[in-house]
């Protein structure tokens, strides 16, 4: 039995391991946006980086359940690992609505980097229509020049959204609880870590550690099952 109107954060990725950026992101937008959980939905098999990841979609929804067993209000959906075919977030998006119900508020957490290429989304427009987009900090991306870098093709495949910059340190319990109107994107300015999963990646591979990039148990599982090596071929990622 589902509660209506709960407030749910969902945060999307391929998580080729899940990091402490994507956790600490996820921390501050809990808090900062008073919510009910924030889901985290490993992406099997993503249209725009298929040949780049390594480990298989079962090997990182469990580094993610790893990553995030002891935190109660984080939770992982195996929405998408589950489904054959390409993870399109405009479908996940769907199911969550009918799982949670119409008064619940989905809000899409995502990378100010990822945000940028939602106009090559499927259904980009559905997208933005079903989620509260927030957007986050990145090191190296420049939140406040989102809206002016868009260009009017990309402004139409969006229907037209319009940002509303903030600070997290500034978000009031009435400002993180207004409703807003369709299709306004939050660029959530905050304190972001400089860690990504393609340089954990290529630290493995060099024999380097990863040690306070991930938690302990991701990188005990990196270990364990000779993530990321060299040597790793795709035949070991394929259970
Ligand atoms: P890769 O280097 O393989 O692309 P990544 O570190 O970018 O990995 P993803 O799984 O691609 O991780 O990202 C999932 C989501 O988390 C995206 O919306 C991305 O923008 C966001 N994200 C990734 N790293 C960080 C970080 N350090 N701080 C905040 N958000 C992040
Ligand atoms: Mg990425």
Request: with cysteine; aromatic share 10%.
């Amino acid at each position: 039995m589902l509660v209506l109107s709960m407030r749910i954060g969902m945060m999307g990725g391929t998580f080729d391991p899940i990091h402490l950026g994507h956790l600490r992101a996820a921390e501050e937008i809990y808090w900062a946006f008073e919510l009910d959980r924030i889901v985290f939905v490993p992406a099997a098999r993503p249209p725009h980086k298929d040949d780049e990841i390594e480990a298989s979609p079962v090997q990182r929804y469990e580094m993610v359940s790893l990553a995030t067993g002891d935190v109660p209000y984080f939770s992982v959906s195996p929405i998408e690992v589950n489904r054959p075919g390409c993870s399109y977030s405009v479908e996940t998006l769907r199911e969550f609505r009918t799982l949670y119900g119409e008064g619940s508020t989905i809000y899409f957490i995502v990378g100010v980097d990822a945000f940028q290429e939602l106009a090559t989304w499927k259904d980009a427009k559905e997208v933005l229509a079903l989620a509260q987009f927030i957007v986050t900090a990145r090191p190296g991306w420049r939140l406040d020049e989102v809206e002016r870098s868009m260009t009017s093709a990309q402004r139409q495949l969006l229907g037209e959204p319009r940002c509303k910059y903030l600070k997290i340190s500034e978000i009031t319990p009435q400002i993180a609880r207004r409703r807003y109107e369709p299709r306004v994107v939050l660029l959530v300015e905050m304190v972001s870590l400089d860690i990504s999963s393609s340089e954990i990646r290529q630290l493995v591979k060099e024999g380097k550690s990863i040690r306070y990039l991930v938690t302990d148990t991701v990188a005990a599982y990196v270990a364990q099952n000779r993530l990321y090596h060299l040597a790793c071929t795709q035949a070991d990622s394929q259970r």
